[in-house]
């Protein structure tokens, strides 16, 4: 079915700053951990709205993004119409981007667990929780003279998550849910506003290198 959504985008890691898998497609330890999480500001799919929905995403891949075998644990903020239309995007029954790749990596999933999620939209000082299962608090990078915030973006011309985003850090970072467990503070996050639709699309063999 066709779909399409606008929202805030949320994404931190346990890489180094910037994260080595938007160069060269592999994490700075030798495993990814992250998470994606969005905040639907606009978005539909086959006449249901979407505005307001919200998603996290949590995975451990055991390698690189691309080398597949990750763990996912998924939450959903919605209402039963969003909660079932977000589903079928997020595995890909609705193909697009950026989850027809990303959920091609997947080979467990946790969930999806239809909790509330609580997000504090402040750029890259945003805080997302998700009761005592998931919390992020963002943090931005400071001038180490003046201590005036210091904006630093990673753009991704072909990029299928995003195309610009801004970076900064993580103070907490950490997620407990069936399995799904770890805690990264003081590491890479982003922060961007993203526009995903059943229309973007990209083969699988694609994405190496592009995370």
Same mark, same amino acid.
């Given at each position: +079915?066709?779909? &399409?959504?606008?929202? @805030?985008?949320?994404?931190?890691?346990?890489?180094?700053?910037?994260?080595?898998?938007? +160069?060269?497609?592999?994490?700075?330890?030798? @495993?990814?951990?992250?998470?994606?999480?969005? /905040?639907?500001?606009? =978005?539909?799919?086959?006449? %249901? /709205?979407?505005?307001?929905?919200?998603?996290?995403?949590?995975?451990?891949?055991?390698?690189?993004?691309?080398?597949?075998?990750?763990?996912? $644990? %998924? !939450?959903?903020?919605?209402?039963?119409?969003?909660?079932?239309?977000?589903?079928?995007?997020?595995? $890909?029954?609705?193909?697009?981007?950026?989850?027809?790749?990303?959920?091609?990596?997947?080979? /467990?999933?946790? =969930?999806?667990?239809?909790? @509330?999620?609580?997000?504090?939209?402040?750029? #890259?000082?945003?805080?997302?929780?998700?009761?005592?299962? !998931?919390?992020?608090?963002?943090?931005? !990078? #400071?001038?180490?003279?003046?201590?005036?915030? &210091?904006?630093?973006?990673?753009?991704?011309?072909?990029?299928?998550? !995003? #195309? /610009?985003? *801004?970076?900064? #850090?993580?103070? %907490? &970072?950490?997620?407990?849910?069936?399995?799904?467990?770890?805690?990264?503070?003081?590491?890479?996050?982003?922060?961007?506003?993203?526009?995903?639709?059943?229309?973007? *699309? +990209? $083969?699988?063999?694609?994405?190496?290198? *592009?995370?």
């Amino acid at each position: +079915m066709a779909w &399409h959504l606008k929202a @805030k985008y949320y994404e931190a890691c346990n890489c180094d700053f910037g994260c080595p898998c938007n +160069m060269n497609g592999f994490p700075t330890y030798g @495993k990814c951990e992250g998470t994606l999480a969005f /905040d639907i500001r606009e =978005g539909q799919r086959e006449g %249901v /709205d979407l505005t307001g929905a919200k998603v996290v995403g949590s995975v451990k891949w055991p390698g690189a993004i691309h080398e597949g075998n990750g763990k996912l $644990a %998924v !939450f959903i903020d919605g209402n039963q119409q969003q909660q079932e239309a977000l589903v079928a995007i997020l595995t $890909a029954q609705d193909p697009g981007l950026p989850w027809e790749i990303l959920a091609a990596t997947i080979s /467990d999933i946790s =969930g999806p667990f239809f909790e @509330k999620i609580d997000i504090q939209d402040k750029g #890259t000082d945003s805080q997302l929780r998700v009761g005592d299962k !998931f919390e992020l608090k963002m943090q931005t !990078f #400071t001038n180490p003279v003046t201590g005036a915030p &210091h904006e630093v973006h990673t753009v991704l011309p072909d990029g299928f998550i !995003f #195309t /610009d985003a *801004r970076i900064c #850090t993580t103070s %907490v &970072h950490k997620v407990n849910a069936d399995g799904v467990t770890f805690d990264h503070p003081g590491k890479n996050a982003y922060y961007s506003e993203v526009e995903w639709s059943s229309e973007n *699309r +990209m $083969a699988p063999g694609e994405a190496a290198g *592009r995370f």
